[in-house]
């Protein structure tokens, strides 16, 4: 297949995929065609990189500043949400692992975007400039298919802000209002501030939740520290694992484990369990979750494994910003920022989602994998070679993408196959 006949087909799944856009009028539907092209084409959020992939026959700054009037849509970010949520739904199942990420989009050049707040800088060390994020992304416990769901911003100096906390639950809420009561949410560090647990329990929200150790519990009748329950936890199981070191050797691991029944202070009527890990660092690991395990080792495990998938998917959590350079992003407004990161979860949506996991593409997803040219091969995380991929495909169109292509809803049903199956 040749790369022109690949550069065709991937706009063709690109105009299925967002078929069903509503809400929006027609500039915007065109502007977030052009955005999720330009996206996936330069990976970048930048508009001007945006611009430069649509090739117009028009100067540069043109192209530009119809983006930039588009990107500042206001509740833009909103109907995207709902969109990939609307088509990501149905793979999440009763027992589906649905990982709430806080984390942050540093900025440290910044100073005249707007509403520009000081946050921990993950990558850098300290503070610096930037934004919030919080992503959420489902995930079978032990699986390999990642469905993204969520990549929300916003910034403490934002009018109407109230709280960290209410930014996360808001994710949540996004994710509830199309899942219903499926999936179990799994959160890290700083999921376990009561305002956050309070919330997920009066939604009756199932969870896994890494707790610190100055976390009071209530178990048999008295109020003790989560670390003094750990501590003096049972640990009625043993296994073993293998964990590569950055070498590339590898040592055989113990893992001890146990369980204990508690309450929350605040809910002493809704039975909890805390799940207690030996050997995976050098304090224990606790586990609070809503789930009613067993005092099995078959019950105990799946709860560790479940949290550690959040772990084996690390990669995952930090594709957006990579393939897509989102601390790249250049645009002043905050509206266009909080667009500008939906459109980034669009297209991390249509590489993981549409190409990624239907049986029918897997042939173009193929052609895409060896346009990447990857060093050493393909990496298990497939999705940094499948965007580097269709950047190589896309990238090669010197005219403009959309110039001469047909309205999907003039397709008939054998033209929808014939792109289907190629």
């Keep these: 297949m040749s790369l022109s006949q690949l550069d065709r087909r991937l706009r063709d799944q690109m105009e299925l995929f967002l078929g069903n856009l509503s809400g929006l009028p027609k500039p915007s539907r065109r502007f977030v065609r052009e955005a999720l092209y330009g996206i996936t084409t330069r990976k970048s959020v930048r508009l001007s990189e945006i611009a430069r992939s649509l090739h117009e026959s028009i100067a540069l700054i043109k192209t530009e500043n119809r983006l930039s009037r588009q990107a500042a849509r206001k509740g833009l970010d909103e109907i995207l949400h ?10 999440i199942g009763k027992n589906t692992l649905l990982i709430v990420d806080p984390s942050d989009l540093a900025k440290k050049y910044g100073e005249k975007m707007e509403h520009i707040a000081r946050v921990r800088d993950g990558s850098g060390g300290g503070y610096a400039n930037g934004y919030w994020l919080c992503q959420v992304i489902a995930v079978e416990c032990g699986g390999q ?16 802000h109230l709280s960290e906390n209410k930014e996360v639950l808001s994710c949540i809420d996004k994710v509830a209002a199309h899942a219903g009561e499926n999936g179990i949410y799994v959160i890290d560090r700083g999921g376990d501030r009561l305002s956050i647990m309070r919330e997920l329990l009066l939604q009756e929200r199932r969870f896994l939740i890494r707790l610190v150790g100055n976390r009071h519990l209530i ?5 003790v520290l989560a670390e003094e329950l750990a501590a003096t936890c049972p640990q009625k199981y043993i296994d073993h694992v293998i964990k590569q070191r950055p070498d590339g050797t590898e040592r055989r691991v113990e893992f001890r484990y146990g369980m ?6 605040a809910f002493p009527e809704r039975e909890l369990r805390l799940v ?31 949290y550690l998938t959040r772990w084996r998917i690390e990669d995952t959590l930090r594709f957006a910003k990579q393939s897509y350079a989102l601390e790249d992003v250049r645009v002043l407004g905050y509206q266009s920022l909080k667009n500008m990161m939906a459109l980034a979860l669009v297209a991390m949506s249509f590489a993981m989602l549409w190409l990624g996991q239907r049986d029918k593409l897997a042939v173009l997803v193929r052609h895409a994998l060896k346009a990447g040219k990857r060093l050493f091969g393909i990496p298990d995380f497939r999705y940094y070679a499948l965007a580097d991929g269709m950047a190589e495909i896309l990238s090669k169109r010197t005219k403009e993408p959309f110039a001469k292509m047909v309205t999907l809803t003039n ?3 054998m033209d ?6 190629g």
């Design 82 to 91: 709902n969109f990939v949520l609307s088509r990501s739904a149905p793979r």
């Design 411 to 413: 397709l008939g049903q």
């Design 145 to 160: 298919e990642i469905t993204p769901l969520v990549n929300h911003l916003w910034s403490q100096a934002a009018p109407g």
């Design 219 to 223: 178990h048999r009748g008295e109020a």
């Design 276 to 306: 207690v890990l030996h050997g995976f660092g050098e304090k224990p690991l606790m586990i609070l979750t809503t789930e009613p395990l067993s005092d099995s080792r078959k019950s105990l495990w799946w709860a560790i494994e479940a």
């Design 260 to 265: 204990r029944r508690v309450f929350l202070p």
């Design 416 to 421: 929808i196959l014939e792109i289907f199956d």
